[in-house]
């Protein structure tokens, strides 16, 4: 088949294209120039994707293959599919998750339209996840190293179209990979998850693509006596304890955030316990059969939590857990699995702690 492979320019994708290519593929590598370098010094080496490093590595595995190469310009897309999305929900009080959106939507529907342009059945990702006989998403043999959690949002028509070369490698077995094919990405490091917010400073990121917004507001505790102060309430998440600036005779976090009056409600940490939660725009791969033991994660790496019963209505899924989550949050994502099938995912729009408030 002639088969596009994202080449990020780390030692995954880089193996990705090796193995196409050794199992008979016509292999074209392409990259994605997704955003604009960020101020010299602004992030250690290796520790950002999708610059020109990387563009560059990407090209020397690419001639060291022997295969096809081009650098596609997606800082549009990536703008209006991940940077406004990850901006806008924070404004509203949410906890976004960039990752998900290029991951699951952006790869999946911009690369995969140009992979399709250039005349390739298939797109090939370094992503580690394996795809069933059936044709549904399943977790990646190695579970340290598992993506099925960003990948929930892929369509079954286009993850029908796609090839996960990973699945079923571990990491050490990928870089041995790299080293036997003699590549320059073998030994090169992770790079981080955020690649447009090189410092992990969310806050200043919305305060640079929102110079408008006037976030600052109070800090109050559930019947909303005045603690303290905040000069922005993006600035905060659902659960953390750190930074908040207020003496409290007992550990106070964040439990929720309210936008409109830009307020950071705060208390004790087992008002983190939430029970059930809703979540919209939800893709199946398939239901549970009744019956069906069905699990569910809300972070990437996190623990699976059983489930006591979901429904479905208005549009909307309803996920009532056996175990309480900690901290979960409107802007995450709830993907659900059964055994290594992912089932389905969607974006939590509310959630209910353990005592039904």
Same mark, same amino acid.
């Given at each position: 088949?002639?088969?596009?492979?994202?080449?990020?320019?780390?030692?995954?994708?880089?193996?990705?294209?090796?193995?196409?290519?050794?199992?008979?593929?016509?292999?074209?590598?392409?990259?994605?120039?997704?955003?604009?370098?960020?101020?010299?010094?602004?992030?250690?080496?290796?520790?950002?994707?999708?610059?020109?490093?990387?563009?560059?590595?990407?090209?020397?595995?690419?001639?060291?293959?022997?295969?096809?190469?081009?650098?596609?310009?997606?800082?549009?897309?990536?703008?209006?599919?991940?940077?406004?999305?990850?901006?806008?929900?924070?404004?509203?009080?949410?906890?976004?998750?960039?990752?998900?959106?290029?991951?699951?939507?952006?790869?999946?529907?911009?690369?995969?339209?140009?992979?399709?342009?250039?005349?390739?059945?298939?797109?090939?990702?370094?992503?580690?996840?394996?795809?069933?006989?059936?044709?549904?998403?399943?977790?990646?043999?190695?579970?340290?190293? /598992?993506?099925?959690? &960003?990948?929930? @949002?892929?369509?079954?028509? !286009?993850?029908?179209?796609? +090839?996960?070369?990973? %699945?079923? $490698?571990?990491?050490?077995?990928?870089?041995?990979?790299?080293?036997?094919?003699?590549?320059?990405?073998?030994?090169?490091?992770?790079?981080?998850?955020?690649?447009?917010?090189?410092?992990?400073?969310?806050?200043?990121?919305?305060?640079?693509?929102?110079?408008?917004?006037?976030?600052?507001?109070?800090?109050?505790?559930?019947?909303?006596?005045?603690?303290?102060?905040?000069?922005?309430?993006?600035?905060?998440?659902?659960?953390?304890?750190?930074?908040?600036?207020?003496?409290?005779?007992?550990?106070?976090?964040?439990?929720?955030?309210?936008?409109?009056?830009?307020?950071?409600?705060?208390?004790?940490?087992?008002?983190?316990?939430?029970?059930?939660?809703?979540?919209? /725009?939800?893709?199946? &791969?398939?239901? @549970?059969?009744?019956?069906? !033991?069905?699990?569910?994660? +809300?972070?990437?790496? %996190?623990? $699976?939590?059983?489930?006591?019963?979901?429904?479905?209505?208005?549009?909307?899924?309803?996920?009532?857990?056996?175990?309480?989550?900690?901290?979960?949050?409107?802007?995450?994502?709830?993907?659900?699995?059964?055994?290594?099938?992912?089932?389905?995912?969607?974006?939590?729009?509310?959630?209910?702690?353990?005592?039904?408030?």
């Amino acid at each position: 088949m002639r088969v596009v492979a994202a080449m990020s320019g780390g030692v995954d994708s880089s193996v990705v294209a090796g193995l196409l290519l050794e199992a008979g593929h016509e292999v074209i590598g392409v990259h994605m120039k997704l955003h604009d370098e960020p101020p010299a010094g602004a992030v250690a080496d290796g520790k950002r994707c999708c610059g020109l490093d990387d563009a560059w590595d990407a090209r020397r595995v690419a001639d060291r293959l022997g295969i096809p190469f081009y650098v596609m310009d997606l800082r549009k897309a990536f703008e209006e599919a991940v940077m406004a999305p990850f901006t806008a929900e924070w404004v509203r009080g949410a906890t976004p998750n960039p990752c998900v959106l290029c991951n699951g939507v952006l790869k999946f529907k911009v690369l995969l339209h140009r992979a399709r342009a250039l005349g390739a059945s298939h797109l090939a990702t370094g992503h580690y996840a394996r795809i069933s006989e059936g044709g549904g998403l399943r977790m990646a043999a190695d579970r340290n190293k /598992d993506q099925s959690y &960003f990948l929930f @949002p892929v369509t079954p028509v !286009a993850l029908g179209s796609t +090839i996960f070369p990973l %699945g079923g $490698l571990t990491k050490p077995e990928v870089r041995a990979e790299a080293e036997r094919m003699g590549l320059v990405t073998a030994q090169k490091p992770e790079s981080q998850e955020i690649c447009f917010i090189p410092d992990d400073d969310h806050a200043g990121f919305v305060s640079r693509q929102r110079p408008d917004l006037d976030g600052a507001g109070d800090i109050v505790d559930e019947a909303g006596a005045v603690l303290g102060h905040h000069d922005g309430y993006y600035r905060f998440t659902v659960g953390q304890r750190r930074g908040l600036g207020i003496a409290a005779g007992s550990p106070l976090y964040v439990l929720r955030i309210d936008p409109d009056r830009r307020l950071v409600v705060v208390g004790p940490e087992e008002r983190l316990a939430h029970s059930a939660l809703v979540a919209r /725009d939800f893709n199946w &791969f398939r239901r @549970p059969e009744p019956g069906e !033991a069905v699990m569910a994660r +809300i972070r990437h790496r %996190g623990a $699976l939590i059983p489930v006591e019963r979901w429904s479905e209505a208005d549009g909307q899924v309803g996920v009532a857990l056996r175990v309480p989550a900690r901290a979960a949050t409107r802007g995450q994502a709830v993907v659900l699995y059964s055994g290594e099938d992912v089932l389905g995912g969607g974006w939590i729009r509310d959630v209910r702690d353990a005592q039904g408030a």
